[in-house]
């Protein structure tokens, strides 16, 4: 048996995995110097290459994975008491995801995550209260349920996270840290749903090191950002992905063709 058979599924070829590779060291190094946006890309070369039913399992461990790696550089800015928050809405969202299985249009996840972002970004500040330990909870659980549905709230919670922090390595941190909670329930969740992982494991543990690479060069890039250069740039990289997903929940709806 051929070697790339032994340690790629069936569905990817040599040159679409290397391809893969390298996108993971890229959008990994987007993220970790913008803040935001490297998980989306990801998730759309992904929707182009993989089967259906892999690819929100296969890019949740793949973000688990650069997540943690990107905590794991910066553990010294994350904000724990927002994490200690965070981390019981990661429990209740997806038990509820896990239990309801909904089968809601995804558009109306597209547009509601989108307008949310576009909301956090651009609107008013959110009243302190909600961003207590109760709004943390509520914001954790609510993204951690529609995250097993469509893969993208990522740039919701970026934005939630940067309405408590305006310092750029405390932002990052945190929401690294943050959505690797949100990323680890799905092992079980999509496992006890028939997923083959084993299938996949060579394959995402490359995934996993290229974006530790990726991780390493975007922190570095991080520190010649200013907190106020970092915000800007921050605000425009989570309109532009809340912009492709109103565009793409239109197209979904038949609002206006692809």
């Known amino acids: ?31 970790a110097s913008l803040g935001a946006g490297g998980g989306v890309l990801l998730l759309v070369l992904m929707a182009g290459w993989l089967p259906p039913a892999a690819i929100i399992p296969v890019h949740g461990m793949i973000q688990l994975g650069s997540n943690a790696g990107r905590s794991l550089l910066t553990w010294r800015h ?11 809405g990661v429990l209740v969202g997806a038990a509820l995801g ?3 299985l909904v089968a809601l249009p995804p558009y109306l996840w597209q547009l509601t995550i989108a307008l949310f972002v576009l ?13 207590g330990r109760t709004g943390v909870f509520l914001a954790s659980a609510a993204t951690s349920f529609i995250s ?12 939630f996270i940067k309405q408590i922090h305006r310092d750029r390595f405390r932002t990052v941190a945190t929401f690294a840290t943050a959505m690797s909670l949100q990323h680890a329930p799905k092992a079980l969740v999509f496992g006890a749903a028939g997923f083959a992982f084993a299938e ?18 975007g922190l570095h890039l991080l520190k010649n950002l200013s907190n106020r ?26 609002w206006w063709p692809g």
């Open 200 to 217: 996949w494991l060579p394959f995402l543990l490359a995934m996993i090191a290229c974006g530790f690479a990726g991780t390493w060069i």
């Open 119 to 131: 909301y956090l970004c651009w609107g008013p500040a959110l009243p302190k209260a909600a961003l």
């Open 98 to 100: 896990a239990w309801l």
């Open 148 to 159: 097993l549905f469509v893969g993208a709230t990522g740039p919701l919670v970026a934005a």
């Open 1 to 31: 048996m051929p070697m790339e058979l032994t340690l790629l599924p069936e569905s990817l070829s040599p040159a679409i995995a290397g391809l893969l590779l390298l996108s993971s060291a890229v959008t990994s190094m987007i993220t």
């Open 78 to 88: 994350v904000d724990w008491r927002v994490i200690a928050a965070f981390a019981p």
């Open 229 to 254: 250069g970092f915000n800007r740039i921050f605000n425009l990289v989570l309109s532009a992905l809340a912009l492709r997903l109103i565009w793409q929940a239109g197209h979904l709806a038949g």
